[in-house]
């Protein structure tokens, strides 16, 4: 596959010139890192506080966001924490409508019925397509878009969220940020408030 570059000169005029894909796949030497891990293939906590640690866990924290729908104050998407109560339910998030979900595609547990799928449970179900109940925040009803896979009902009867999460665990001291918990999941700082999509507190 060849890619066209655009040039834009000083005098407003432009050209275009091919590179061949062999190019852009020269290798890059950037830096690869790993970590001590737990038997159990989860990050063990360092137990030293540094500004070094804030950086990288800052980093990590970003990599949550991204691929593991996280979010605190300063990271991912703030629509989606709850930041009042930290309780990751159906009957907190902004997709449910008379205990239906509006978002998700009907499934076994959550069959299609009028104006949605379900019914969700209110107090221990939820999915990673969390978003936090606000007046300001109409949503489409895009029943049918999403896949179900991810709804689960937790055993705890409260529903998710980082403090009931096994990979959880007290951060040696708060962060900066007053991030109290360590994950041990992603290897970085987490809020009381938070959660993602990787929560692994039993389900039913
Ligand atoms: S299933 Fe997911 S998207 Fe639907 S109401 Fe529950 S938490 Fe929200
Ligand atoms: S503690 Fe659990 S829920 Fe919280 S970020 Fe880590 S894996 Fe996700």
Redesign the pocket.
């Known amino acids: 596959m060849k890619k066209i570059y655009l040039h834009i000169h000083r005098d407003g005029m432009t050209s275009s010139s091919h590179h061949t894909n062999d190019a852009a796949l020269a290798p890059m030497e950037r830096k690869l890192i790993d970590m001590y891990r737990d038997k159990d293939g989860l990050y063990t906590q360092p137990a030293e506080i540094s500004v070094e640690r804030e950086v990288w866990e800052s980093h990590n924290r970003d990599r949550?966001a991204f691929h593991?729908f996280?979010a605190d104050k300063e990271t991912g998407n703030p629509h989606s924490v709850d930041w009042s109560h930290g309780r990751y339910n159906c009957g907190r998030c902004n997709m449910e409508q008379n205990k239906l979900c509006i978002f998700l595609k009907p499934s076994k547990d959550l069959p299609q019925r009028d104006g949605g799928v379900g019914p969700v449970n209110m107090e221990s179900g939820s999915c990673e397509h969390f978003e936090g109940k606000r007046l300001g925040d109409s949503e489409l009803k895009a029943f049918n878009m999403v896949d179900s896979d991810g709804y689960g009902v937790a055993k705890n009867g409260k529903g998710?969220?980082?403090p009931v999460?096994?990979?959880?665990e007290k951060r040696v001291e708060p962060d900066s940020a007053g991030r109290t918990?360590w994950?041990?999941?992603?290897a970085t700082a987490?809020d009381e408030m938070?959660?993602?999509?990787?929560?692994?507190a039993p389900v039913l």
């Not at 999460?165 to 959880?168: D, H, I, K, M, S």
């Not at 994950?183 to 992603?186: A, I, M, N, P, S």
């Not at 938070?194 to 692994?200: G, I, L, R």
């Open positions: 949550a593991g996280y998710f969220g980082c999460c096994p990979y959880a918990l994950c041990k999941f992603w987490v938070a959660c993602c999509k990787y929560n692994a």
